[in-house]
């Protein structure tokens, strides 16, 4: 503006003094036009730049307000969506606290809720916490229905989730299931660790099954991964289970020679054996074996060898046992004082039975129903039978909150009598058509898995038998 205004001045004030020159001096007109159109031409452009500058800092002064709104709402973007990332790995933290502890419901009811907020590309580790619940309570439907979900969702399942699937089959008990999932992982893009492998080989010993055991351990050799203590353990688990000793003994020998050290559950594993055959004697010294090479026995190796005595009738020797744990530095836990009871139970020692239950209290443990069936049996067992002391000891049961099943009922009847249980049972309100039901389930169950072991076994022992045959 300033430099328009000078023109304009500068015009006004020169007209007059060039009018009176030129009519002084005699100037031709031309010469006078010419001036004028210089000035006004001057004139001109001085507005004209003036005018631009005007507009184009306006146009400059938007621009920018533009872009730093622009730039604002990008940040505010950004950090909104930082805040849900870190909201839901807060999230995601608490999930996973849940599904360690095998809360599925919990786990799922925290998905949903989240599910349409979570990022893209932290899906598959949210669904995955969810399988991982399902895998720690052996759900293994729950689990194929979120993996099902996560197919549909366009997500590709990564080793983790193939781990957790076999996992979920494994604490299941179904061993077809896992090993279907491990055959599905070998036959996927993902590559197969000794994890799977040893997950399936738990569960065949889960179910007693030997020859699955080793096959899927040979398999993992096949493929160049080399077995860890787990998996060797996992496989005399399995010998345990099936009680073939043997087999047990032959599989620690193969986890040393492979130049592996055997840990406390390897040992446990083999003293099973022994108490599922019915020896003492090598339990004792699978014991001693242990703590020998410093393999620290703990409450599960102390009540694995009390097992073995019992079973074997030894009271004396598994009395003296307990007596020694002590020593060790190992607290009983409710299971070794029901084993302990179970030894009273078959001496009918209702009395003995009954002090164990009393130190297990006063050592705040909490009774079980094995512990109170054990010891109806030992009133049972009595001569003469101990029925008041029996029908006291259920009562107690029950006003525990500890509900009775088929077959401690069934062991209260042979105590006390078909008129007795008939009379607590209506008092009680306990539907005993039921319990019978499930009783008769149970029993076939233990029935038919003995069965499964005895066959197991045997033909463990024909496949040595042809090894022996073909080594000649």
């Not at 036009?33 to 507005?47: E, P, T, V």
């Not at 307000?65 to 909104?80: A, D, H, L, V």
């Not at 009811?109 to 899906?123: I, Q, S, T």
């Not at 080793?214 to 060797?232: E, F, H, R, S």
Request: with cysteine; charged share 25%.
């Amino acid at each position: 503006m300033l430099p328009f205004l000078a023109t304009l001045l500068l015009i006004v004030c020169c007209l007059p003094l060039q009018m009176d020159v030129s009519c002084r001096r005699q100037r031709s007109l031309l010469q006078h036009h010419r001036f004028l159109l210089a000035s006004m031409g001057l004139c001109i452009f001085f507005l004209i730049r003036h005018r631009c500058s005007i507009d184009i800092a306006a146009c400059t002064g938007q621009h920018c307000f533009s872009i730093g709104r622009k730039n604002t709402e990008q940040n505010q973007k950004y950090r909104s969506h930082r805040d849900l990332i870190d909201k839901s790995d807060q999230v995601w933290q608490e999930m996973n606290r849940r599904a360690e502890a095998g809360d599925v419901k919990g786990t799922e009811g925290m998905y949903e809720e989240l599910k349409d907020k979570v990022p893209h590309k932290m899906r598959r580790m949210f669904l995955n916490t969810v399988i991982k619940a399902c895998s720690k309570a052996g759900d293994l439907q729950r689990a194929e229905s979120w993996r099902s979900e996560m197919e549909a969702a366009g997500i590709t399942p990564n080793l983790k989730n193939y781990g957790k699937m076999i996992e979920a089959a494994a604490k299941a008990g179904d061993l077809a299931g896992a090993e279907k999932w491990l055959e599905v992982q070998r036959e996927s893009d993902v590559p197969v660790d000794l994890t799977s492998y040893a997950a399936v080989i738990d569960a065949s010993a889960k179910s007693g099954n030997i020859q699955s055991a080793q096959k899927w351990l040979t398999k993992a050799l096949d493929v160049g991964l080399i077995p860890n203590i787990i998996a060797c353990t996992a496989v005399v688990d399995a010998c345990a289970k099936a009680g073939d000793l043997q087999s047990a003994v032959e599989w620690l020998a193969k986890t040393v020679d492979r130049g592996l050290t055997p840990n406390i559950l390897t040992y446990t594993s083999v003293i099973n054996a022994c108490a599922k055959a019915g020896d003492p004697e090598s339990a004792q010294k699978w014991l001693a074996n242990a703590i020998e090479v410093r393999a620290a026995p703990d409450v599960v190796t102390f009540t694995s060898v009390l097992d073995a005595c019992v079973k074997a009738g030894k009271y004396k020797m598994a009395d003296q046992l307990f007596a020694d744990m002590s020593h060790f530095g190992v607290r009983p836990n409710i299971i070794t004082f029901s084993t302990l009871m179970s030894a009273c139970a078959k001496q009918g020692a209702w009395a003995a039975a009954c002090q164990l239950l009393d130190r297990s209290i006063e050592a705040k443990l909490r009774p079980t129903l094995l512990s109170y069936t054990t010891l109806i049996n030992a009133c049972g067992r009595a001569k003469p039978k101990q029925v008041d002391v029996a029908e006291n000891l259920f009562l107690q049961m029950m006003s525990s909150g500890i509900e009775p099943d088929g077959i401690a009922l069934r062991t209260f009847e042979k105590t006390v009598g078909e008129p007795a249980l008939r009379r607590l049972s209506q008092d009680l309100g306990i539907n005993r058509t039921v319990l019978a039901e499930d009783a008769n389930i149970r029993f076939r169950e233990l029935r038919q898995r003995r069965d499964h072991t005895f066959l197991d076994r045997r033909s463990a022992q024909l496949d040595r038998g042809t090894s022996n045959q073909l080594g000649e």
